[in-house]
């Protein structure tokens, strides 16, 4: 019998493209006076889109204005980008960092990879096991949700939490006493069992509530994008609630039209504006396997206005009212997703088993329900930042704050924040004179 030999390839030639046309760069902050432009150009691929606004995002840019073109094989987009203050990105480690990342020296994916605290680890990598959650959300199911692993013994290093329309979705680092990933498949067993039993509450179908590890490597919010997305959130059909994101108010106004000569659907989107807002609705429609050719991307006051030029990806445009519809509901889910107003808390505190399970104990008790939660651990010292409701959906009291801020302030130090509706506009603070929703004021103060 004959052998077949097969002809070889070479397992770096579809990297031959990116070596003949290496990706540019460059970060300018001559061009105009209140922001800096970001521009990259390279070969088109999928998802390529969605990375560089990852990266942008994980960097805390606020992006202002943009223009994407991708059409005849070539990737070409301009950011306007400020910093959380509204300035210029003047640091020399930051814009290096653009330039490694973006540039040839270093791919979009990878740059994603080595940007610490926005992924999702592995299954018992490194010093952390990563734990998904996803059920319905009701007062106190994050307290109890701590408490469990508290008794467990397992501490909570990291975590995201976001809820939408009556649904919850968590991303948790956690390791053991010893800062070690839990490996003993028994203890993970147990503590799932745990978390799913939680999660059901006094349901009986097995589709309300999910626990799961985490199996390879992604980032964090996009995770939980994908997870709420699966989870049909944006269905809400029917389903009423006070939260104010739901107001018509603040309702994105989103329509969709077909170009019949250019062969592409049209959404446009305007809603009042915020950090992270273009990354959202990118990451929504690159999930929803839509691919971007051209957007512009531009704010004007409290609102801005998106608008992205998609096909599917196997090259059909939006022709049904179904499909239509769906990708508006998806859009506006993914918008509303992210906003929180009213009241947020920053803590800073000393890290240990039982930190999380403590404080939101303390909030549980005090009447408020946890609309989005962010925790993450330094060193030491743990760093949580928690948007509060009362167990109604409306907003908080400041009796009730306060009468907050005594009872856990001896130990752990507090931050009242009043969110406004513009999430770019500075918050009223109470407590200290300024601080970063990203910790940086308050890890200081914590430290003196």
């Known amino acids: ?93 930051t814009i290096d960092f653009i330039e490694k990342v973006l540039g040839p020296k270093g791919q979009s994916t990878e740059g994603v990879k080595s940007w610490q605290g926005k992924r999702v680890g592995v299954h018992s990598i490194g010093d952390h096991t990563a734990i998904e959650l996803i059920g319905r959300d009701r007062p106190g199911l994050l307290s109890e949700i701590s408490a469990a692993l508290a008794s467990l013994q397992f501490n909570v290093i990291a ?35 745990q978390l799913n039993h939680i999660l059901r509450g006094c349901e009986d179908d097995e589709k309300v509530a999910r626990t799961s590890f985490s199996m390879g490597l992604t980032h964090m919010d996009r995770r939980l994008h994908q997870m709420l997305f699966a989870d049909r959130d944006y269905e809400s059909a029917g389903v009423t609630t006070t939260d104010v994101d739901c107001a018509p108010s603040f309702r994105p106004k989103i329509r969709i039209e077909r170009i019949v000569e250019k062969g592409y659907s049209v959404v446009s989107v305007r809603c009042k504006d915020r950090a992270k807002l273009m990354f959202d609705i990118v990451c929504t429609l690159t999930d929803m396997q839509y691919v971007v ?35 508006i509901k998806c859009i506006e889910a993914a918008i509303q997703r992210r906003v929180s107003e009213g009241v947020s808390l920053e803590l800073c505190a000393k890290d240990r088993v039982g930190l999380l399970s403590e404080v939101t104990r303390i909030l549980r008790e005090n009447g408020l329900t946890v609309s989005r939660a962010g925790v993450s651990t330094i060193g030491e010292k743990g760093l949580n930042v928690f948007y509060v409701r009362d167990a109604s959906g409306n907003p908080v009291d400041m009796k009730i704050i306060e009468a907050l801020r005594k009872e856990i302030g001896q130990t752990v130090m507090v931050n009242v924040k009043r969110v406004p509706a513009n999430a770019k506009a500075p918050a009223e603070t109470r407590g200290w004179a300024k601080t970063s929703f990203f910790f940086g004021n308050l890890f200081e103060r914590f430290l003196t």
């Open 293 to 327: 050719f051209h957007a512009t991307i531009s704010s004007e006051g409290l609102y801005a206005s998106q608008e992205y030029f998609i096909r599917h990806m196997d090259g059909c445009t939006l022709d049904t009212e179904g499909e239509k519809e769906r990708v």
């Open 1 to 93: 019998m004959a052998k077949v030999c097969w002809p070889y390839f070479d397992p770096e030639y579809e990297n031959f493209s990116n070596r003949i046309n290496p990706p540019r760069v460059s970060v300018d902050n001559d061009s105009c006076h209140d922001c800096t432009l970001i521009k990259f150009d390279s070969i088109n691929k999928p998802g390529i889109l969605l990375e560089v606004v990852q990266i942008l995002t994980d960097l805390d840019f606020i992006i202002t204005k943009a223009y994407i073109s991708s059409d005849g094989g070539w990737f070409m987009d301009v950011f306007h980008v400020t910093d959380q203050q509204g300035k210029k990105i003047t640091d020399s480690k």
């Open 159 to 193: 975590a995201e939490v976001w809820t939408h329309n009556r649904r919850i979705a968590c991303v948790l680092y956690v390791n053991d006493a010893t800062n070690q990933a839990m490996d003993d498949s028994k203890r993970l067993s147990i503590m799932e069992e």
